[in-house]
């Protein structure tokens, strides 16, 4: 977008780039905590995915880009919410942390899409023009179209006897439910009171006039399902629940700061790179793609190790370890020197992404009524407004600044400290500060 806002005639390439991003990362703040809304706009967001980008593929004028990116974040937001809390309906309780480490592969498509994108993206304009790039993100959409048109969600299986979440150590044909179980149905965002706590027997006791009712189809294990009714809760109650945890507050706080990392070097990694290097598009493509594998593979593996070893040490040492590759990326000359600093800097960046979903998924059990649609969307508003400040103040800075390079890196550098104090205080069970005052 920074070439083809220049090839159209603009100034302040880096401010303009950055503004778009803000228009598509603020928009996914648009995230509405009422039930059954984030079904709707997932479908809705999925019917038409080509408009949008042939909105901002044909356009030549800046104001309808702006409008076009607007539109992919609305849509974003649904699928991001509507996507998360599915992978957490159907995973056994018991198996969360360590299945939040496969939430953290499903996590992983997000830098590694941002970071695979750029070389792709790159070529495809040196070939083709802007309509190149464009014309592969329709072809993309149109195949998880049609993978989305295939999903089964829990709600459905559990009309046919089978339940996903279900213990693997317990028969699938009888649901296992807990007191904190999240709700049935992806997007029901509601509190269920079970029949039997996980206490008292993994299985649900069944009556034993209804147990012979499994074997009469579908509908009637449905119905016998659905005799725990949901109690709906209110946003107010959501934010009060959420507000009043500690833990959950600093998980917010940590998704921010994951959007504003994930987003603040966007706008202007290309005209530094041209500036300081001359390079192409299809070059700066390649520096992201040396960024790939490390971003791929960091939040599975953060998440396994978050699960064995604790969600406050793996995301302190995340953040720790970044600190010197944001240093290393504000120096001039090598340019070898950089790709690798860039490299493990998305890698740390992406592996701090695992801990913290894990964090919101474990502290959703502890508060009364808050589910996982209730969590993830927290998880849509943190990182909107981390992704939708970071682009604009970085380019805001870098065009003001002969050095602001430099500068926006350590801006970036002094954030993460600030983060890693809130996760040696707040995060988990057992925060790092509290270990160090109370050793045993």
């Known amino acids: 977008m920074p070439f083809h806002l220049k090839a159209l005639g603009y100034s302040?390439?880096?401010?303009?780039?950055?503004?778009?991003?803000?228009?598509?990362?603020?928009?996914?703040?648009?995230?509405v905590y009422y039930p059954g809304w984030a079904q709707v706009a997932y479908l809705l967001s999925s019917s038409y995915p080509h408009h949008r980008v042939i909105l901002l593929m044909e356009s030549g004028e800046y104001w309808v880009m702006a409008i076009a990116r607007t539109l992919q974040g609305i849509s974003a937001a649904a699928v991001w919410t509507a996507g998360l809390a599915l992978v957490c309906d159907t995973v056994p309780e018991e198996k969360v942390g360590r299945y939040t480490g496969y939430l953290g592969l499903a996590m992983s498509g997000l830098p590694l899409g941002q970071l695979i994108g750029p070389p792709v993206g790159g070529a495809l304009y040196d070939r083709f023009g802007i309509r190149g790039p464009c014309l592969f993100a329709i072809t993309i959409v149109s195949v998880d179209l049609v993978g989305r048109s295939l999903v089964i969600e829990r709600r459905e299986a559990l009309a046919w006897g089978f339940d996903p979440a279900a213990s693997i150590n317990t028969s699938s044909r009888h649901p296992s439910v807990s007191p904190l179980d999240p709700p049935y149905g992806t997007f029901a965002a509601v509190k269920y009171f079970p029949i039997e706590s996980e206490s008292q027997g993994?299985?649900?006791?069944?009556?034993?006039?209804?147990?012979?009712?499994?074997?009469?189809?579908?509908?009637?294990?449905?119905?016998?399902?659905?005799?725990?009714?949901?109690?709906?809760?209110?946003?107010?109650?959501v934010i009060k629940g959420l507000c009043m945890s500690s833990r959950a507050v600093a998980a917010v706080v940590n998704s921010l700061v994951s959007g504003f990392l994930y987003s603040f070097q966007e706008p202007t990694l290309p005209v530094h790179l041209q500036r300081t290097w001359q390079l192409n598009p299809s070059q700066i493509g390649l520096i992201f793609l040396a960024a790939a594998p490390p971003a791929m593979l960091a939040p599975s593996i953060a998440g396994w190790f978050a699960d064995h070893i604790g969600v406050e040490w793996v995301s302190?040492?995340?953040?720790?370890l970044a600190i010197p590759c944001w240093i290393a990326v504000t120096i001039r000359g090598n340019l070898s020197l950089f790709v690798a600093a860039f490299a493990f800097e998305n890698l740390w960046t992406s592996a701090f992404v695992a801990p913290v979903t894990t964090e919101l998924a474990l502290v959703s059990r502890l508060i009364p009524g808050v589910g996982y649609a209730h969590v993830y969307g927290a998880f849509n508003v943190a990182v909107g407004i981390g992704a939708s400040v970071g682009p604009v103040l970085s380019g805001e800075i870098f065009q003001r600044s002969s050095q602001g390079w430099t500068i926006l890196n350590l801006i970036a550098v002094a954030i993460i400290i600030a983060?890693?104090?809130?996760?040696?205080?707040?995060?988990?069970?057992?925060?790092?500060?509290?270990?160090?005052r109370y050793p045993s």
Do not use: H, K, N
Request: aromatic fraction near 12%.
């Open 12 to 31: 302040g390439i880096s401010v303009l780039a950055g503004y778009l991003l803000f228009a598509y990362w603020s928009s996914i703040m648009c995230e």
């Open 316 to 320: 302190f040492l995340c953040l720790l």
């Open 419 to 436: 983060a890693s104090v809130v996760v040696a205080f707040f995060t988990g069970e057992r925060p790092l500060a509290r270990r160090l």
């Open 202 to 237: 993994s299985d649900i006791s069944l009556p034993e006039e209804s147990s012979s009712s499994l074997d009469q189809g579908p509908g009637a294990y449905e119905a016998l399902i659905f005799q725990t009714q949901p109690v709906p809760i209110s946003l107010f109650q």
